[in-house]
């Protein structure tokens, strides 16, 4: 089943015709209306005029979140603010936030490219769509809400917190989609378990589209086999709009919406473009957005592109799940470790639940990393013996996955926090 069938099934040549006459359009827009964008391809010594093929999108700058930053809170606008209708920004963690502005047509984008994503998963008038992503300043909360009411599912915008009045309120109102965290969906299976519930006894739950953190294939397992449903992949970010593409059925990578945004894999180390199937870091051109530009921005997400038609009819470029990123990449002992490695090491131990965190401290001139992990209840006991055996273990399967020797402290079930929103799975301590 397809949104848009004229575009999803395009041929991959006709696409890239599309793409390039939306990308000469897009920089010539930029280069005129914004000052930040024209003084950088300047710098680079390139005009839209040398933009002449698709390929030639390789001669324009890149661009990066420091640069959102650098020109908080209004500098990044080719539009009038009268035009802006919506601001969505960063929680700006590290440094300023970053800010970014919606036109109508902006706004009209993300809900079309949403309305296929979810229209790919399945989703349509039938459900009932519980959406437990924060709304408000976050983009995955007003994102999803929009693109699910406008395949005609009926929204339930329950937003993040008072968990078991979520629970009560899937089972009184049958809902049958879930949008959140990978990490909140396995607390509301904790928490449900808890309360006597059994997800396929007691749910009409039967899909659920996780995104805003990353999460593993063996995490994906792990859930279908508990609750017996499907878990849909999302991918999204808030300096491309918010969550926008999905996997299909057959969940072999995200579907992009080409029309709308052009994505390259980039070499880590150089900066050049790799051919599809190669891993690399991602950049995004986003062709049609119109309040600031989003030309070339390097992601720091670490993926591949598939250009080859997928086994549902759709011919758009799929991306594959996220495996790291280049700047929360932890380097322990020279070791290059994305804690992605860590969960999915995790997840394939049958004694472990499902919340862990990576603590990193420097002890004299030496790395020291430990991973905390939660045992399920059935494993905790007080035989010490039975313990360290199992630490033992979790201990051995992270040395082999991460190529370095790192502690392992096992924790009693409800023992780590718990997080409405984006798990945090990492605390590095050092001091450089």
């Not at 502005?101 to 399945?122: I, K, P, Q, V």
């Not at 990978?182 to 589209?209: E, F, N, Q």
């Not at 010490?384 to 040395?399: D, F, G, P, Q, Y």
């Not at 392992?408 to 590095?428: H, S, Y």
């Amino acid at each position: 089943m397809y949104w848009n069938p004229r575009i999803e099934t395009m041929p991959y040549e006709e696409l890239q015709k599309l793409q390039y006459r939306e990308l000469k359009q897009n920089v010539y827009f930029h280069y005129t209306n914004n000052k930040f964008y024209h003084d950088r391809m300047k710098e680079a010594g390139v005009s839209p005029l040398d933009i002449n093929s698709l390929e030639d999108v390789r001669k324009l700058p890149f661009m990066f979140k420091q640069d959102l930053r650098d020109n908080y809170p209004d500098g990044m606008f080719s539009v009038p603010k009268n035009d802006i209708v919506r601001y969505h920004m960063s929680s700006g963690t590290s440094g300023k936030p970053t800010l970014v502005a919606y036109t109508r047509n902006d706004l009209e984008y993300w809900t079309e490219a949403l309305a296929r994503s979810f229209t790919s998963c399945g989703i349509g008038p039938d459900d009932i769509m519980q959406i437990s992503y924060g709304y408000g300043l976050f983009t995955g909360g007003l994102g999803a809400h929009y693109g699910a009411e406008r395949v005609g599912a009926t929204v339930l915008p329950a937003s993040t917190g008072n968990t078991q009045r979520q629970i009560e309120m899937m089972q009184d109102l049958g809902v049958t989609v879930i949008a959140c965290t990978p990490s909140y969906l396995t607390h509301l299976c904790t928490t449900a378990r808890a309360m006597g519930i059994d997800w396929r006894r007691d749910m009409k739950l039967k899909k659920a589209v996780l995104g805003a953190e990353p999460w593993s294939e063996s995490m994906r397992t792990k859930l279908q086999n508990e609750m017996g449903i499907r878990c849909y992949d999302i991918y999204g970010t808030s300096e491309q709009a918010g969550p926008m593409f999905t996997e299909c059925e057959y969940q072999k990578g995200a579907h992009i919406c080409g029309d709308i945004m052009l994505v390259e894999i980039l070499d880590r180390d150089t900066g050049e473009p790799l051919e599809p199937g190669n891993e690399g870091e991602m950049a995004i051109t986003m062709l049609k957005k119109e309040a600031m530009p989003m030309i070339r921005y390097r992601m720091r997400d670490v993926t591949t592109l598939n250009v080859e038609e997928c086994e549902c009819g759709r011919t758009s470029p799929r991306i594959g799940r996220i495996c790291g990123r280049t700047d929360d990449m932890l380097i322990v002992r020279g070791i290059n470790v994305f804690p992605s490695q860590v969960e999915y090491a995790l997840m394939r131990i049958p004694e472990i639940g499902d919340q862990y965190m990576i603590v990193v401290t420097r002890e004299g001139d030496l790395d020291r990393m430990v991973v905390q992990v939660e045992l399920k209840p059935e494993a905790f006991t007080d035989n010490m013996a039975r313990m360290n055996s199992i630490r033992a273990h979790v201990e051995s399967e992270l040395k082999r996955y991460l190529n370095i020797a790192v502690e392992v402290e096992l924790k009693a079930p409800g023992e780590l926090p718990r997080f409405d929103g984006k798990a945090k799975r990492v605390i590095d301590k050092r001091v450089y």
